[in-house]
């Protein structure tokens, strides 16, 4: 009885893991090589715990930890961070999310959605603008299958 009792104490989570994270990152870099780009790439689990981080080769330094902090805010959001950028700027209570030390309201971040579950979260960096990282992410994230939003 006690084995049952115990067991609405326990969630399950569906989360990305090693594999999922390198392919990813491989994609992201396929996307990134069509627009003759170069990118910082990092990979989050469903946790927030970094899988993957990779630096760009001749891409700034700075790009490497801005890619996990996007990562980072779009998976702590569930909402790109180019979306959420543009939702901040429009409103006045929201501007103060860039006060928060994670959170990077700059462009490349996406969650990763598979069967309605975050299962964890892509971000890129160096891809010239906010909006190339953005495209970048996006595309890498659907061309395996998985989704940007629930």
């Keep these: 009885m006690s084995g049952l009792a115990s067991a609405q104490y326990i969630q399950k989570e569906y989360s990305l893991n090693q594999a999922g994270a390198l392919k990813l990152a491989e994609q992201a870099g396929i996307e990134a090589q069509k627009s003759d780009k170069k990118v910082s790439v990092a990979v989050l689990n469903s946790s927030g715990v970094t899988l993957l981080l990779l630096k760009g080769d001749h891409v700034g330094p700075h790009n490497t ?6 990562a980072y805010t779009s998976l702590s959001t569930k909402t790109a961070s ?3 950028m543009k939702n901040a700027a429009g409103s006045e209570s929201a501007k ?9 309201l700059l462009g490349g971040g996406v969650p990763v959605w598979k069967d309605g579950e975050l299962v964890g979260s892509l971000g890129v960096s160096g891809g010239g603008s906010g909006e190339n990282d953005h495209r970048i992410a996006t595309e890498a994230v659907e061309k395996l299958g998985f989704k ?3």
């Design 82 to 84: 180019l979306d959420l």
């Design 148 to 150: 940007t939003n629930k």
């Design 96 to 104: 103060n999310l860039n006060t928060l030390p994670e959170l990077l």
């Design 65 to 70: 930890e801005a890619s996990r902090r996007k």
